[in-house]
Each structure stands twice: as structure tokens, then as C-alpha cells.
């Protein structure tokens, strides 16, 4: 069973950037969807951004297209999330999520496909 701890969260100002990680234990030998996802007191979690490790396919959230890159470095077993040009809007707990053996392709953005989560990173943006 895979288990997912991330890390890098923080607090920044308006414009700056965080680079959030996901370490995943446990060999991921086929293809798994991997994923960044956010919540705010009181919302959905809405997918930011996912990841094929298979194929490398991407998918992103409009609201962070040109802004957020997800990335992975699979000797590492790491999965990364480049955040640039935050504004407070992007303040939330970011979750990193995995599901798989998955075919190779585009992966869902919806969090109820996703079981294996990890605790979460607070990412803070203030004005």
C-alpha cells in the first residue's frame, strides 16, 4: 500500500512562490494517476493538478494553468508542485492523493477517484 507525506507548505506574500512535495512509500511499478488537490474551511477539495506516472500525462485546474507545475522524479519516488504567482486565493490545505495501477492517459482532477491520501500542507498567501 502506498502511503503519501507532504511538505513544503508555508505562508508567502502575494506574487511569490512554494514548491510542495509528496514523498510516496512503497514502489509504484505501474502506472498510477497522482494528484494535487486543495480545501478551504468549509469547501469541496477541487483538484489542482495531476499527474500519469506512466505516460507523464498533465492536467491542471483552469484556475492554476501557466501558474502551477506538477512534476516527478521517479527515482526519488516524489511528486512535486511548483506554485508561482500566488495570490490569496490559493490559500488552502494542499493534499497530495494517488490511485492506480491506472492505464496510461490524462487523469481525473475529481478527489472522490483517489484513495490513498496524505495529511496535507497548509499553503498561506497573504496580500
Known amino acids: 500500500q502506498v502511503q503519501l507525506v507532504e511538505s513544503g507548505g508555508g505562508s508567502v506574500q502575494a506574487g511569490g512562490s512554494l514548491r510542495l512535495s509528496c514523498a510516496a512509500s512503497?514502489?509504484?511499478?505501474?502506472?498510477?494517476?497522482m494528484g494535487w488537490f486543495r480545501q478551504t474551511p468549509g469547501t469541496e477539495r477541487e483538484g489542482v493538478a495531476t499527474?500519469?506516472?506512466?505516460?507523464?500525462?498533465?492536467d491542471y485546474d483552469d484556475s492554476v494553468t501557466g501558474r502551477f507545475t506538477i512534476s516527478r522524479d521517479a527515482a526519488k519516488n516524489t511528486l512535486y508542485l511548483q506554485l508561482d504567482s500566488l495570490s490569496p486565493e490559493d490559500s488552502a490545505i494542499y493534499y497530495c492523493?494517488?490511485?492506480?495501477?491506472?492505464?496510461?492517459?490524462?487523469?481525473?482532477?475529481?478527489?472522490?477517484?483517489?484513495?490513498?491520501w496524505g495529511q496535507g500542507t497548509q499553503v498561506t498567501v497573504s496580500s
Open positions: 492523493a494517488a490511485r492506480g495501477p491506472v492505464a496510461w492517459g490524462r487523469c481525473s482532477l475529481e478527489q472522490v477517484v483517489y484513495h490513498v
Open positions: 512503497g514502489a509504484i511499478v505501474s502506472a498510477y494517476c
Open positions: 499527474l500519469n506516472t506512466g505516460g507523464g500525462d498533465t
